[in-house]
């Protein structure tokens, strides 16, 4: 067990609909991190956040949005879905952001299908 | 040409044979990973490397800067065993990228 929690495990939802998808970091990392790993492109970094601010974005698409809470854990909004979307989307955390600091916890991944 | 490059995509081997999977990266890192994902989709971070070389247990994870390779030994490899292993690289300023990983079943 990595202690970072998401939610849900499995997701299947219509085109055009909007998901959200939480994290809960482990106790005391303040960096948390998404990625999606789809059949074609593989694992792909989306958006870390630190601290409740936007660190580093990555290959998010608009339709994406992302926050970190004061209580840290996050969440994923995935909007106007498409059948592209369809993948497993996994949160990590890490203590900090700095390079010493980032050995990362991942999370179970959230497996969307797109009909 | 991807950033990751790693060898071989796919390995078969017999329970107890030794296993190296091999990762090659194109740009200056800050550090590299080694990362396990099982059947179910978990994932779970092995090593996280930036010289020299890790063990735990029977995993060994070796880097070389200079020549920017990595690589990720399994001892007495076991049924157990079997699962993606991705390789990951920390460029600089930069977030992780990851190799398109190297699936490893390992009969009994």
């Known amino acids: 067990d990595s202690g970072v929690t998401q939610t849900p495990k499995h997701l299947i939802t219509a085109t055009g609909q909007r998901v959200t998808l939480r994290c809960s970091p482990r106790s005391g990392d303040l960096s948390v991190y998404w990625y999606q790993q789809s059949l074609d492109q593989g694992l792909q970094f989306l958006i870390q956040y630190y601290n409740g601010e936007e660190r580093a974005k990555g290959n998010i698409l608009e339709r994406f949005s992302a926050q970190q809470f004061p209580d840290l854990h996050s969440e ?3 909007s106007s879905l498409e059948l ?12 900090g952001a700095t390079r ?9 991944g959230s497996r969307l299908t797109v009909l | 040409k991807n950033e990751v ?4 995509q796919n390995l078969t081997a017999q329970e107890g044979e030794f296993i190296t999977i091999n990762c090659s990266y194109s740009v200056g890192i800050s550090a590299l990973h080694w990362l396990q994902q ?7 971070s092995l090593f996280m490397l930036s010289s020299g070389k890790k063990k735990h ?4 994870a ?11 030994h399994i001892t007495a490899s076991h049924p157990r065993d079997s699962a993606v292993y991705i390789c990951a690289v920390s460029p600089a300023a930069r977030q992780l990228t990851f190799g398109s990983g190297t699936q490893l079943t ?3």
Not at chain 1, 100 to 108: A, D, H, S, T, V
Not at chain 2, 38 to 44: D, E, S, Y
Request: glycine share 12%; aromatic share 8%; hydrophobic share 35%.
């Open chain 1, 76 to 78: 994923l909004n995935l």
């Open chain 1, 84 to 95: 592209g979307d369809s993948a497993l989307y996994f949160c990590a955390s890490s203590v």
């Open chain 2, 106 to 108: 390992v009969l009994p």
């Open chain 2, 38 to 44: 099982h059947p179910g989709g978990g994932i779970v």
């Open chain 1, 100 to 108: 010493e600091e980032r050995e990362l916890f991942f999370g179970e």
């Open chain 2, 57 to 60: 247990g029977r995993l060994i």
């Open chain 2, 5 to 8: 490059e790693q060898s071989p």
């Open chain 2, 62 to 72: 070796t880097i070389n800067i200079q020549e920017k390779h990595s690589s990720l």
